[in-house]
C-alpha cells in the first residue's frame, strides 16, 4: 500500500499531465500562429525617422545665481535646454506645423489587406471642405470611397451619434452636400477600378496633439545640449517633414524674440538720438553765436598748453558725465511703470560689467517668461517662480544703478578737483576766452555723445539683421530603413507564448474549478484509506478484461491487485466485500474482474451481487436472473445451489446473482438467512466476492459489511469528487467497514510506473 508526501509539488506529474495534452497546444499555436499571420499581413509596416539638433546657449544665456554650483553637486539639471525642449513640443508650434503642411486629413487606400498611407504627392485625392470648416469642426470625419467601373460609393460620418451618408456619384470633383457640410475631391491621380480609399479629417487641436504625443525629444546625455528627435511612423516622408517643420517653427519663434529684444533697443537709442541731435544742434548754434558777438577767430598760443590741459581732464569728466548720464536713462526707464514688463535697453556701452551682466539676465527673464507664456498659464509654479525672479532682479538692477552713480559721482569729483588746479592757472585768461572754451566744451560734449549712440545704433540694427537660430541640426532627420514593426520574429514569439499561455491558463482554471480527484497525487491528498491498487479501464469498453490467454496492461493490473489483497487478507479471511460512493464509479467492473483473476489461481471463488436495488452480474456474465439472493432470502424453500450458477468464463466462478429486483432490499439483507448463506459460502469456497451497493447512496453496504472479512472501496478518477473523498474518509475515522483499502480506477495510463513491464502487450 503506498504513501507519498502530498504537499511536495510533483513536476513529472506536472509535465506527463502537459506531455497527454500536446494536441491542445498544437491547436493553440496554430490558431494564434494563424491571427499572427493576419496581423503580419494586415498592419502597415512602421519605420523609425529621427534626426539631432543642437541648442546654442548663447553668450548671455540665463544664468540663476547658484546654479553652477547646484549642477556640480547633482541637485539640477540643464534647465535652460529642458526649456526649450518643451517650447519646441509644444502645442501651439504643432499646431502651425499642422496647419502649413496640410496634416488634418489622411488619406489611405487598400493594398490587399493593409490599409496604406498617402502622403504629398503620392496621394490620389485631396479632400476639399467648405471654407471656415476645418477651423470649427466639432467632430472627426470619416469619408469611404469606393472606385466602380462608371461611378462612386462615398460614405461620409461626421456626428458619431448617427450612421454614415452613403452617396453613388459619377464625377468626385462636384461638391456632395454631407453633414459636414459640402465638399469635393481634387483627384490628383486617376483612381483604379475596384480600389478603396479612407480619408480622416480631425480638428487642428486634435491632430496637433495626436503628432506631439507620438514625437520624442530627449538629450542624448544629461548635460549635453544635442537633443535628439524621432517617431515611429507608417509613412515616413510625413514625418521627415514634420519634422523639419517642428525645428524650422522653433527657430522663426525664436528669432522673434531676439528680433523683439533688438527693437526695444533700437527705439530707445533713436529717442536719446533725437534728444542729443536737438541739444548738440543747440550748443553748435551757442558756439557761432558767441563767437560772432566777441569777435572771436583763433585761441590764443599763450594758453593753449593750459588749455589742452584743461581738456584731457575735461574730456575724462565728459566720459563720466557720459556713463552718468546712461545710467540715469536706464534708472528712468526701469523706474517708469508702463516698462515694467518691456525690455531693458542692451548694448549701450555701459563700462560697468557687472551692470550690463543684470540688464542681460533680466532681459533673458523676460523673453523666456513670454515664451512660457505661450504654453502655460499665469498660475504655472514655474511662472510664478520666474516672476518672483525677475523682481529681484529689476531690485537688483536698481541697486546696482545707485552703486554705480555714486562710484561714478566720486570718480567725478575727484577729476574736477583735478579740473580746478588747472583752472586755476587760466586764471589770467580774460573772461571771454574762458566762456568761449566752456561754450566749445558743451559743443564737443554732446557731439561725442550722439557719435557714440549712433554707433551702437548701427550695431543693433546689425545685430537685428544677423539674428542666429538657436537650433542647429545635427543631423538632418532622416528614416532608418529598418522596418519597427510589425517584426516577424517577435510576433511568431508572441503567438508561441500566447498560444502556449491558452492551454496552461485552461488547463489552470479547469484544476481550479474540478473537484474530482484527477491523479494519484490528488488521491493520496485527499483520501486516508490506504491505496491498495491502480486499474485501467478497457479500451475496448469491455466488462471482462481477466482471463486465461488475455496478457494485457489492464489485466495485470488486476494480478498485481490480486496479489495486494491475498497479502491483506489473513489466512481464514474469505469474503470481499466491493462498494463505492456513487454510481459509476466502476465497482461492479472491479468485483467482476477480481473475481475472474482470483478464480485464474485456481481456487474456488464465488461471485455474489448483494445490489439489490441495481443488479447486473447476471447481464455481464450471461446467467439467468429470474432466482437469486432475493429469492433465497424472502423463501426459505431455496437452498444456495438453487441460486449458483457457473460463469461460464472460468471453471473455478460461480455466480449467485441477484434476482428480481425486491421492494423491501434493505430489510432482506438484514435477515439471518444472508448470515446462513455466508456461512454455506465460506465452506464451498477459497474466496468470495461481493458487488454491493454505492455507499453514499442507500444504507444497503452497511447492513452486508457484517459478513464481509475486507472491503475495497472503488474511487475513480474523473467521477469521484474530492467531497465525496470526506464521505470514504468519514467510514474509515468511525470504521464503518471492516478493513477497508482502496483502489484507484480508470488511473492515468502513464502515471503508472508498471505499464511498460517486460513482455507486456498493450491491447
Not at 130 to 154: C, P, Q, S, T
Not at 540 to 547: W, Y
Not at 566 to 590: P, R
Amino acid at each position: 500500500m503506498e504513501t507519498q508526501d502530498t504537499n511536495a509539488i510533483d513536476i513529472k506529474g506536472i509535465l506527463l499531465m502537459l506531455l497527454r495534452k500536446w494536441h491542445w497546444f498544437l491547436i493553440s499555436y496554430l490558431l494564434c500562429g494563424g491571427l499572427g499571420v493576419l496581423y503580419y499581413f494586415s498592419t502597415v509596416p512602421k519605420f523609425m525617422v529621427d534626426g539631432e539638433v543642437q541648442f546654442r546657449s548663447g553668450e548671455d544665456a540665463v544664468s540663476v545665481p547658484g546654479a553652477d554650483m547646484l549642477q556640480m553637486i547633482g541637485l539640477t539639471g540643464n534647465k535652460k535646454i529642458d526649456d526649450e525642449i518643451a517650447i519646441m513640443t509644444s502645442r501651439d508650434i504643432f499646431m502651425e506645423a499642422v496647419r502649413e503642411l496640410d496634416l488634418q486629413s489622411t488619406y489611405y487606400i487598400k493594398n490587399g489587406l493593409r490599409w496604406e498611407a498617402q502622403y504629398g504627392q503620392w496621394r490620389d485625392l485631396h479632400v476639399e471642405y467648405a471654407e471656415g470648416f476645418l477651423e470649427h469642426m466639432r467632430y472627426g470625419v470619416r469619408i469611404e470611397i469606393k472606385a466602380r467601373k462608371k461611378d462612386y460609393i462615398v460614405k461620409v460620418k461626421y456626428n458619431r451619434l448617427f450612421g454614415s451618408q452613403k452617396f453613388i456619384v459619377t464625377d468626385l470633383t462636384k461638391p456632395i452636400d454631407t453633414d459636414a457640410g459640402p465638399i469635393y475631391f481634387e483627384v490628383i491621380h486617376p483612381l483604379e477600378k475596384g480600389a478603396s480609399y479612407r480619408i480622416y479629417t480631425s480638428s487642428l487641436l486634435s491632430r496637433a496633439k495626436s503628432y506631439a504625443q507620438a514625437v520624442t525629444v530627449m538629450k542624448l546625455k544629461k548635460e549635453s545640449s544635442i537633443v535628439r528627435l524621432s517617431t515611429i511612423t507608417p509613412t515616413p516622408s510625413l514625418s521627415i517633414d514634420l519634422l523639419n517643420k517642428q525645428i524650422e517653427l522653433y527657430n522663426a519663434d525664436a528669432v522673434i524674440d531676439k528680433k523683439m529684444k533688438a527693437n526695444t533697443t533700437a527705439l530707445f537709442i533713436e529717442e536719446r538720438l533725437n534728444l542729443i541731435a536737438a541739444e548738440l544742434e543747440t550748443a553748435e548754434s551757442d558756439v557761432e553765436k558767441y563767437k560772432k558777438e566777441k569777435n572771436l577767430t583763433d585761441v590764443e598760443v599763450n594758453v593753449k598748453i593750459y588749455l589742452e590741459e584743461s581738456i584731457e581732464y575735461r574730456h575724462k569728466i565728459e566720459e563720466l558725465e557720459t556713463q552718468m548720464k546712461l545710467v540715469n536713462y536706464i534708472e528712468s526707464f526701469i523706474l517708469d511703470e508702463k516698462n515694467k514688463d518691456q525690455l531693458i535697453p542692451a548694448n549701450l556701452g555701459i563700462s560697468d560689467e557687472s551692470l550690463a551682466q543684470l540688464i542681460n539676465r533680466y532681459d533673458d527673464m523676460l523673453l523666456r517668461r513670454m515664451r512660457m507664456n505661450r504654453t502655460a498659464t499665469a498660475e504655472n509654479p514655474v511662472i510664478l517662480q520666474l516672476n518672483d525672479q525677475i523682481n529681484v532682479m529689476r531690485s537688483n538692477i536698481l541697486t546696482s544703478i545707485q552703486s554705480v552713480k555714486n562710484s561714478l559721482k566720486i570718480s567725478k569729483e575727484d577729476l574736477e578737483s583735478l579740473s580746478r588746479e588747472s583752472n586755476k592757472m587760466l586764471a589770467a585768461v580774460p573772461t571771454t576766452e574762458r566762456e568761449y572754451v566752456e561754450k566749445l566744451r558743451n559743443k564737443e560734449l554732446q557731439q561725442k555723445l550722439y557719435l557714440y549712440l549712433y554707433q551702437k545704433r548701427e550695431e543693433n540694427a546689425l545685430s537685428l539683421v544677423a539674428a542666429v537660430p538657436p537650433a542647429n541640426i545635427v543631423v538632418r532627420p532622416q528614416i532608418d530603413p529598418k522596418i519597427v514593426s510589425p517584426r516577424i520574429k517577435f510576433i511568431a514569439l508572441i503567438c508561441l507564448i500566447i498560444g502556449c499561455a491558452i492551454p496552461l491558463i485552461i488547463l489552470y482554471l479547469m484544476n481550479l474549478l474540478n473537484n474530482k480527484i484527477t491523479d494519484r497525487k490528488t488521491f493520496l491528498k485527499h483520501v486516508k484509506a490506504p491505496l491498495i491498487g491502480e486499474l485501467l479501464n478497457d479500451p475496448k469498453g469491455e466488462s471482462i478484461v481477466v482471463g486465461d490467454g488475455i496478457d494485457s496492461t489492464t489485466s495485470e493490473l488486476f494480478r498485481l491487485l490480486r496479489t495486494n489483497l491475498i497479502h491483506v487478507l489473513a489466512a481464514d479471511q474469505k469474503v470481499i466485500l466491493v462498494s463505492s460512493s456513487i454510481d459509476n464509479e466502476g465497482k461492479t467492473y472491479v468485483a467482476s474482474n477480481l473475481a475472474m483473476s482470483l478464480a485464474l489461481l485456481n481456487k474456488r471463488v464465488a461471485l455474489v451481487d448483494l445490489d439489490l436495488r441495481n443488479p447486473s452480474l447476471a447481464t455481464i456474465f450471461g446467467v439467468s436472473n429470474r432466482t437469486g439472493i432475493t429469492s433465497y432470502l424472502s423463501d426459505i424453500d431455496f437452498a444456495s445451489e438453487d441460486i449458483t450458477r457457473p460463469s461460464g468464463s472460468n471453471k473455478n466462478l460461480d455466480i449467485l446473482p441477484a434476482g428480481e429486483i425486491a421492494i423491501n432490499p434493505n430489510e432482506l439483507l438484514q435477515s439471518e438467512r444472508l448470515d446462513h448463506l455466508f456461512g454455506i459460502l465460506r465452506k464451498q469456497y477459497d474466496y468470495i466476492v461481493v458487488d454491493s451497493a454505492p455507499a453514499a447512496m442507500v444504507s444497503d453496504t452497511f447492513v452486508i459489511n457484517r459478513v464481509a472479512d475486507l472491503t475495497l472501496y472503488v474511487i475513480r478518477l474523473g467521477i469521484t469528487t474530492i467531497q465525496m473523498t470526506e464521505f470514504s474518509n468519514t467510514l474509515v475515522e468511525n470504521q464503518r467497514f471492516n478493513n477497508m483499502v482502496c483502489v484507484l480506477n480508470a488511473a492515468n495510463r502513464e502515471d503508472l510506473p508498471y505499464d511498460h513491464a517486460y513482455g507486456y502487450t498493450h491491447h
